[in-house]
């Protein structure tokens, strides 16, 4: 919303797609998965978030517009009931495009006791962004999260599917630069992880 | 007031008031059998209860054995809670009201007050809550959230974010009612909007509505956005004269000039909503193309002129009469203009040239069905539709012709489950929620209904004359399939939904089809070997008037035809006049005529042939070959740069008037706003005409003419204005 018209002017908005001009993106991988889901439930609604997940995978880890508008259409559903149930959990990404990685650092209670500012600090430093924010290179991008419910491991960090924790600076040079030489998303891979908890045993295919 | 018998009822207690209600009725309501209120924001009665605001806390306790009464720890949503047996509920305790004041103080933290600029200041239920369950004072120090103050959501719906209180509303609205589901809440907590994908345009057809029950000034209108503070505007009930649905409305209007329109309680038509069509289509009142004055064509300019004058000028141009003279109609006419200009035009000017149609089939119109079939063109009301087990809509896409029928078909669908069947050439919105989809190639209707029909006559369930038998050999269900594109096994299942407690639906828009006439014939004849009901509904806000009462060049009021010369000269008779005997001619003819010189003089009624006619070069060739043109209208159109005289008239809401509606609803509109300029209505217009041609007793108000309606058309006789109900009265 941040081309704001305040008083007068027209009230012209563009207009939401028609479902014919949707590029749709989902690979056959992710219709067949999709097609199991609804076998799930009474309801396609009910696939809406994992649906989501899928969409997030597919996607490259981001839910942009196309990605809810491809949703919609596939469950049928109104473009946007989808963003609303996007947008309403913080683990879909619907902000920005992230970057390969996703650092999240826990800054709740008892990480904080055990040094969590200066983890973040730290790694705002050492990556050059502030919270919510993708280096520019595309690789990391850096969250703060509430509690991860691995207070024993506390200060924890998450990135894609992995808790790390307790991390030092030593620990998390090592980390960045390791992360930094996987090519492949662990965001995405987090995505697939959670799709593939929703399926059955027998619908799983990789 | 006692639970209807047939109900099963519980017997609860209000604030130790014991009282018997509907089993499962919701406490808010429940607490309205005593009078009582309990304070809402986002309970809705026509929607299902959400809980969200927890603006209706009560104290809820069950009766024990011994007689007491064992509260439950927390307050309960009086608008989720459903009456139940021996249940005690308190809505004036001190608790309840400590829960009120801390509800809105919470929802005045993020509320900007800007009351005093707010389009809602005054009738605001947040301003009505505040004042009488909420705080004085307040202990909010910090700094409020900011946000758009001005988000344009729609062409008509602007949205100011900061005043929202997130009720949900209008998102339900657009769910549960609208259906097009366009408007959704983004992100959650003290963030959460409602807003449009992705902020795209909110395109629905009903956006309007969700200014209206937004509880606070979060959704306005575009056009009323700080016209003018609620207090300051007087407010009449009228009808809307957009479309033929004709809804009732509250007429809102500021020094006699009208401001805005707002949807009124009407459970027969509209229950409380409107179209945006209808309910920002009243802008004419206050064009600054208002005719205000009758004008005459002196050399090639038209002058200001006087009423005498243009009279005069008339009644010597239309002297000749009959075969020379004609007019057409449009559709914003009230039923006692349409009578009086048939009884001008058939007595003074002995000429049936009168007509109100502009689609492409003339011939094909109802009356055609009504005398060859018997079968009445217009059966089922707005309000039976909830009850209809199913519903065929062909050849029409209801939102946009037949609106608020749309929205009850649609709630016949999700509140009791009606199957309906969509038949038509493109995407409809009622396709959302049918049962089945018929999607025809263009101009294959014809196909398609008596595919339909011959489904039915081979699955057994309907018998056909052996005439219609062979004759539907050519649209057995596969031809039928293969001529329209729609797969056999749909048709077939089609014809299977339909039956004795079915409605099939189409609009005049069928009219201007290729086999219009075969068309219908084939769906008034499915429909009464199903025992079920047909209706061909009109389109324009009283166009059912003007066939109903001879606005046509071979049908009288009351219906009855020219032809038939003993009861057309008893019309005659009752009316006080003469009927011609020779049939008028019709719209497409009747503009032929004009061009090429045989009628000398046309009077258009409250309507623009260019906007009307699909063929634009005809009425160009019309309007200018005719010798002597009258236009009688509200505001300037195209066609009054070629009109002879011009003679301004007055709008629906300016004059005393009924209004009968696509399912044959006549309704009354009172005068509200005050005559603009020297217009007048259309009936006085023609009442002068006809004194100043023969002397006579004027009628002197449309009442009057009512009166004479109800004696020369008996279906009329509900119509009296002493009898009409206030919901108006289907004939
Ligand atoms: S905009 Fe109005 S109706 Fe919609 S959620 Fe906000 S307060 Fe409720
Ligand atoms: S009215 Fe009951 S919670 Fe809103
Ligand atoms: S007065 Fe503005 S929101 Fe109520």
Known sequence: ?206 | MAAAPTTDTVTISINDVEIEVPKGELIVDAVKRLGLEIPIFCYHSRMKPVGMCRMCLVEVGFKQPDGSVRKMPKPQAGCTLPASEGMAVYTDTELVHKDRRGVLEFLLINHPLDCPICDRGGECPLQNNTLFYGPSTSRFIELKRHLPKAFPLSRYVTLDLERCIQCGRCVRFTEEISGDAQLAFRFRGANMQPTSFQLTEFESKFSGNVIEICPVGALTSTKYRFRARPWDLETKPAICTVCSNGCSVWFDYRVGKFVRLNGRVNEAVNEEWTCDRGKFGHDFYNSPKRLLAPALRKEDALRTANWAEAYAAILEAFEPGGNAVAALTGPMVSNESYYLLQKLFRGVFRSNNLDHRWTRHLSAASDRLESKMGMPTVATSIEAFEHKSAVLAIGTSLADEEPILFLRLRKAWFKNGTKVVVACDRDTDADSFAHLVLRYRPGTEMALAGGLLAAAVESGRATVPDPVREDLKRYSPSAAASATGVPEDRIREAADILGPNAAIVTTHRLLDVADAQGTLEYLAGLAMCLRAEFNLYALGANDQGALELGIHPELLPSGVALADAEAAAEVGRTMGIEIPREPGLGTHELLRACADGRIKALWLVGCDPFALHADRDLVQRALEGVEFLVVQDIVETEATSYASVILPMLGPAEQDGTYTNMERRVQRLRQVIPDAGDAKPAWRIFAEAMLRAQPQTPFFSAEEIMEEIARVAPAFEVARYDRLGHEGTRL
Not at chain 1, 86 to 108: K, L
Not at chain 1, 142 to 149: A, G, K, M
Not at chain 1, 151 to 175: F, H, M, S, T, W
């Open chain 1, 1 to 206: 919303m941040s081309e704001l018209i305040q008083i007068g002017g027209m009230n012209e908005r563009p207009k939401p797609p028609r479902p014919e001009d949707l590029s749709l993106r989902f690979s056959d991988r992710a219709i067949r998965e999709l097609e199991a889901l609804e076998t799930h439930y009474p309801e396609r609604k009910a696939c809406i978030l994992p649906a989501l997940w899928i969409a997030q995978r597919e996607y490259g880890g981001y839910l942009s517009g196309e990605a809810l508008a491809e949703v919609a259409f596939r469950l049928d559903r109104s473009y946007a009931e989808i963003e609303g149930v996007a947008t309403f959990y913080s683990m879909y990404n619907t902000a920005h495009p992230v970057g390969r990685h996703m650092i999240e650092v826990c800054t709740c209670l008892t990480c904080q006791i055990c040094g969590a500012y200066p983890i973040a600090e730290y790694l705002k430093e050492k990556l050059g962004v502030g919270f919510g924010e993708t280096t520019s290179d595309g690789v990391f991008t850096l969250h703060e999260v509430e509690c991860l419910d691995a207070c024993d491991r506390a200060p924890l960090i998450q990135v894609g599917d992995e808790y790390y924790g307790p991390v030092d600076k030593a620990y998390l040079d090592n980390l960045l630069d390791r992360l930094r030489s996987e090519a492949a998303s662990s965001v995405v891979k987090l995505a697939d992880e959670i799709v593939q908890v929703h399926l059955r045993e027998t619908e799983r295919d990789r």
